[in-house]
Antibody, heavy 122, light 110 residues
């Protein structure tokens, strides 16, 4: 079945970087954008950006432009999200998500990973 | 940037009651770009509605979406115990490509 499997929880110090992975299975990885969404504790959902696995092209939310890098390895159907210069307010659950079954224009996310908890603390 | 404002913040209802959740946009949203999600504690969001009114695969018909322009509504016709959760609306803007979420409405058991 279609699924996105994310890497495990991370604890980082302020100023460090974190790289979260998202392994896709059950569909053709290069055919669908892969998005990253985060959720701080007790807060709402925040879109960070997306990557086109076939080309590697990216679109980032303005808030994260200078600190986020999204990449992919098509040989292992895996996408990565790296966030640099971490701050305590980057503590959040980071989700990968994509749109597989929806009509092309729908632009909603029907498949989600389980999330990766990233804690930033000194 | 389009801002989505959801109301109320919390809705206290009993099983069997009707829930009406609102999502208001700061600018006109193309209906096909409006979606609703359900999220339970410790879980990833689950897509309920896309294109403002189309149910996602496997979503019960007690969930319905409506609206256009700047005002959208998610209705749960008769609340089941498993429906108590937080609900988010989300929109897509194509210039530049951006997805934004409302702040959420919590539906809690009275």
């Amino acid at each position: 079945q279609v699924q996105l499997v994310q890497s495990g929880a991370e604890v980082k110090k302020p100023g460090a970087s974190v790289k979260v992975s998202c392994k896709a299975s059950g569909y053709t990885f290069i055919d669908y954008y892969l998005h990253w969404v985060r959720q701080a504790p007790g807060q709402g959902l925040e879109w960070m950006g997306r990557i086109a696995p076939n080309s590697g092209g990216t679109d980032y939310a303005q808030k994260f432009q200078v600190r986020v890098t999204m990449t992919r390895d098509t040989s292992i159907n895996t996408a990565y999200m790296e966030l640099s210069r971490l701050r305590p307010d980057d503590t959040a659950v980071y989700y990968c998500a994509c749109s597989i079954t929806l009509p092309g224009l729908a632009n909603a996310f029907d498949i989600w990973g389980r999330g990766t908890k990233v804690t930033v603390s000194s | 940037e389009i801002v989505l404002t959801q109301s109320p913040g919390t809705l206290s209802l009993s099983p069997g009651e009707r829930a009406t959740l609102s999502c208001r946009a700061s600018q006109t949203v193309t209906s096909i770009y409006l979606a609703w999600y359900q999220q339970k504690p410790g879980q990833a969001p689950r897509l309920l509605i896309y294109g403002a009114s189309s149910r996602a695969t496997g979503i019960p018909d007690r969930f319905s979406g409506s609206g256009s322009g700047t005002d959208f509504t998610l209705t749960i016709s008769r609340l089941e115990p498993e429906d108590f959760a937080v609900y988010y609306c989300q929109q897509y803007d194509n210039s530049p490509p951006t997805w934004t979420f409302g702040q959420g409405t919590k539906v809690e058991s009275k």
